[in-house]
């Protein structure tokens, strides 16, 4: 199903200079829900399954979301009020929704067809904005398209964010400042960003670097009084670019130097740092980079060594922990966590060999 636009962005990734070796796949994403770390995955055959493990836990829990034949895309999961939700590129490029009452673990998954086919062509990025989930995807030839569902409805809203010809790899979606704000790679290899003060129906689009700057899909979020946002960049440098909210500049700072970003990085706010996580510097190695809201030096972990990392990670905050998780050798899935002002990483195999698809 997704062969095509595989291979045609590996040879895109290979004319720029980019090493085939440096195209790991994505295939979990990990967030806080209420008192736990939970993971979403897209499992074998096209499945997706959930893992969950309470603060302080040591015991990982699964639990299937959905059926082989159903997930085509990395997910995407967080908190929406009490419950949690997930989204997916479903079967024949469509839009799905997953969601789950907190604490009612043994209750079915429900699901809904947030766009129907020909609609999704990368994996989905979702946040809370205002109480209700929003969600944004590359769309119909390189669109970027954005979904909303009111709080209390249950029919979803489509926008067109960016027309055809804009939008390559999958976009990153947060809530900043109470509004929504979108990063995305353009199909020249800039970094573009769209946002909507004060959730205006129009979005702003604004470009953060120029064309043959980034490459994979980038990261955004809050942290602090700024927006960020973390991208790969030429010769696998690992890019950050800031901006106070309120403000239009951006500003760019690099944060780990040529060879160090080997795949789509993961950025949040953890304590009073801004984070990020990304498959490198070494063959499949997992990295882990730093720097105070107010700094200016970036500080660099390597998380595990070489040839254990085989997607792009997820980073978050939970608890008083960072946390990332990942696929790993022979399909695994690992999860890796360190207290806010220690060093130490700490590893755990959350599902064996071939349980997580890339």
Request: proline share 6%; hydrophobic share 40%.
């Amino acid at each position: 199903m997704k062969s095509i636009r595989s291979i045609a962005v590996t040879a895109a990734l290979a004319i720029a200079g980019v090493g085939l070796a440096a195209v790991p796949a994505s295939a979990v994403s990990v967030a806080r829900v209420a008192n736990m770390s939970v993971i979403a995955s897209e499992g074998p055959g096209n499945s997706l399954d959930f893992y969950y493990q309470v603060i302080g836990g040591t015991i990982w829990f699964s639990d299937q979301v959905a059926v082989q034949g159903t997930t085509y895309s990395a997910p995407s999961v967080v908190q929406i009020g009490t419950q949690v939700v997930i989204a997916v590129e479903g079967p024949d490029h469509s839009l799905d929704f997953y969601w789950q009452t907190i604490g009612v673990l043994t209750f079915p998954w429900h699901s809904q067809v947030a766009a129907g086919p020909g609609t999704t062509y990368s994996a989905p990025s979702m946040a809370q904005v205002d109480g209700s989930p929003v969600i944004a995807v590359t769309g119909p030839n390189q669109s970027l398209d954005y979904y909303s569902r009111p709080d209390g409805e249950i029919t979803w809203l489509a926008q067109q964010v960016a027309g055809p010809g804009t939008t390559s790899w999958g976009p990153s979606l947060a809530q900043v400042h109470g509004s929504a704000v979108i990063a995305a790679t353009g199909t020249d290899q800039s970094l573009e960003f769209y946002s909507r003060p004060d959730n205006i129906r129009q979005w702003r689009p604004q470009q953060v670097a120029g064309p043959g700057t980034t490459y994979y899909a980038p990261s955004v979020a809050q942290v602090g009084g700024s927006t960020v946002v973390a991208a790969t960049g030429l010769g696998s440098t690992l890019d950050f670019y800031w901006q106070t909210i309120g403000t239009t500049t951006w500003n760019p700072q690099l944060a780990g130097a040529a060879g160090s970003s080997n795949s789509a990085p993961s950025i949040a706010q953890v304590g009073d740092s801004a984070v990020i996580a990304v498959e490198g510097p070494s063959a499949f190695g997992l990295s882990f980079f730093y720097q105070p809201i107010g700094g200016k030096k970036w500080y660099e972990q390597q998380v595990t060594g070489n040839q254990t990392t085989y997607s792009a990670p997820s980073i978050a905050q939970v608890g008083d922990s960072t946390v990332i998780a990942a696929e790993s050798y022979n399909r695994t899935l690992s999860f890796y966590y360190q207290t806010i002002g220690t060093r130490p990483w700490y590893p755990e195999l959350v599902a064996g060999a071939g349980s997580t698809l890339g």
